[in-house]
């Protein structure tokens, strides 16, 4: 007899789907809990007398689903986040008077004055030269200051090699679905960003979890991972990590580098909150430029609502990723790349940036105040930190008790990628809009913390 022994449900179509329903089933229910091992491929075979190889092909189903992972000589298990929803933004009306510390916020209190910009624009001779059709690639002058943007990041780029994005979310879209197919497998952490896991989700392609410390990605184990699954491609955010915050060292990257070269994989870098901390390190694809795509993004940094990222790209993957966006939205709007690049030529993204940087700073001492004696990790200048929580907590259980008090917070479980999740949190430092809202959330979560842990 074996620890699982499920009731098959009743359904049309092939045996081996119908046991991926059973266990998308018994998730829901509770039945099967996040971390839990299933049977062998033979236990559960002989248990339902069904063969091995549809138990094998509805385990690989499950896994689809992202409901379950496997690790070679260790087993089946149920997902992490397989009970748990990975978006960070609700398709409900926020309840009024909710703190939030989950969604990290660019403080758009902070941004560039809209209105002046458009008024600068409105003045010139030919205004409505921004509003026709334009090259998918982007306007010259887009590209150009594209290039310019990826400068800060430590990227050395062309404004050939420049593609303009609505977004980091749309730059990744058209890089996975431009140089990608249904069915590839792509490396990234153990924990990663959540829009990550929903887009590789919906276009049919596979995140494989490699194992991390606190300094990041272990080469070692991308390089395991690589001698076992045809893997495609690697999706990193080296400088500050989304969600632990740690920073790939330089040994590290290279070494990612020589392993990317070595099984032929094409390097995705979204180093999203990077200009939040700037490092010393520069990105993991300079050092395999030919096989690496850069996102330069905005919305972190600048403002969320203008939509505009830059993708650096070699040549040989130009055509593919045009040729996505123009499949999806046909060219970023060139009116809101126009006020991006005026911006980044006059230097007010760059004194925007350091503003924002410094009320970050004001946040993080606030945060260290508050939750002194906790164990928690973050940049001094950054906008969230990730917070190791009490013996008997999850991240799940500390969602669900904090919005009862008021509060948004996101556990570990939306951001891991198969495995288990640790016991920890992303604690949002730029969610709310002041410094009093800010502490009266974190006093609320170290007060909860400090009770007794759910049962």
Known sequence: MTIYSPFLVEAEGPLYSRLADTIQRD????????G???????????ELGINVSTVTRGYREAEKRGLVTGTVGRGTFVASDAATSTSLVSFEPSCPGMLELGLVAPLHHMDPDISEGFKRIARRKNPTYFMRYTDPLGLPEHRRAGADWASRYGVDAEPEDVIVCAGAQHALTCCLSGLLQAGDRIATEALTYPGMKTLTNMLGMRLVSIEMDEHGMIPESLDTACRRDEIKAIYLMPGVHNPTTATLSEGRRTEIAHIADRHDLIIIEDDAYDLTDPGEYTPVGNRARHRSVYVAGMSKSLAAGLRISFIVTPKQFLKPIAQAVLNTIWMAPPLNAELAAMWINDGTADQVVENKRRAAARRYMLA??????FRFRG????????????EGW???ALEQAAAAKGVNVFGAEKFAVGTIAPAAARVSLTGTDDLDD????????RDILLGNPPV
Do not use: N, S, Y
């Open 394 to 396: 999850t991240g799940q």
């Open 438 to 445: 800010l502490e009266r959330g974190l006093v609320i979560l």
């Open 27 to 34: 998730i829901v229910a509770g039945v099967l809990v996040p």
């Open 379 to 390: 940049k001094p200048t950054g906008f969230f930190i990730w917070l190791d929580l009490p």
């Open 368 to 373: 260290c105040d508050v939750l002194e004696g």
């Open 36 to 46: 839990a091992k299933l049977p062998t491929h033979r236990d559960l075979a002989d």
